[in-house]
């Protein structure tokens, strides 16, 4: 049987999806064969994966069309015919691609999009612990969509239902020798203070002042790894300090993930990055701001925590996305750098 997995954004949700891909992988045995398409900036998450066969990456950012993907993708049908479309996404382009190819059978996730919508509606703690209680356990998204596809599949037995990179060859790239601070001279915790959208971060004076607590306390190296395009991360050069790396926009994803795979932990926001370390079985302290870790992306790990505060305001949207309405960002701001350190000191025990 040959798999076509769709999802196109974003990074941490490419990253959970490999669970299904294992969990297909466990029941459908070594015969059948994954196809995974996702935006080409995410192809490095899923291309020396072991269970993906292909991955085919979407280049919208070069100004890839439409009519390019469907040549890719029908260039490998014609090989290695399609049997099965699995959208993981349920957005108007992965529904293009399935009406694109209406006479391949396809499934469709269901992202509990109502849930979520009308959990962001309701202006009241009370209330929005009870909705929470009858529709929101703090199950992962990863394990809400198996048990929808299990009855599909017909099986539950297949056990490898887990996010997991660690069989991956990502440990071993011979580029993060290419990395400024290589090999990084010591046991070291990654700073992620990045996020996809700008109200899921943490404030970075925060970051900052955490990093300048931990260097004093802890013997342990800190790196800041984020994006090229998040400048902001240059105030952590007021910290003089030869056990602080600032690597932000010095790496490409795959070194990020190399240097993810060996951390000791990883404190940052909800964003892909913490899903990367915890796709490599680093614990991870998320800290949670506009979005709720009910809709599940809170880190699954044993030795993972997350911090996130009850309040009327939040989730204000279902993914972060949305501006902030109060006067400031009290989601975020009323999680205190000794919180954050008190929990990071206890994970490194
Ligand atoms: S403070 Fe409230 S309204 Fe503002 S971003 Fe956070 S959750 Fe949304």
Redesign the pocket.
Known sequence: MHILLVRFSSMGDVVLQTATINWLRALLGPEAKFTFVTAQEFVSLLDTHPEVNHVIGFDRRKGEKWKDLVKKIDDLDNKEPIDLILDLHATLRSFRLKLTYWNIPALTVDKRRWERFLLTKIKSVKLKRLFNSKFFGLETQVERILKDFEGVFGDTRAKRRTVDFRKGPHQELTSLSELPVYPIPGEYVVLAPSASFL?KRWPVESFVELAKKLLEETPYHYVILAGPDDKFCEVFKEIQSDRLHNLQGKTSLKQSMSVLAHAKLCIGNDSGMNHIAEAYGVPCLTLF??TDPKFGFAPHGSNSRFISKE?F????STTGKTP???DK???MLDISVDEVRTNALEMMK
């Not at 305001?313 to 204000?316: E, F, Q, V």
């Open positions: 109200y701001g506009p309040m305001c939040k989730p204000c902030c309405y109060r960002l009290y989601c």
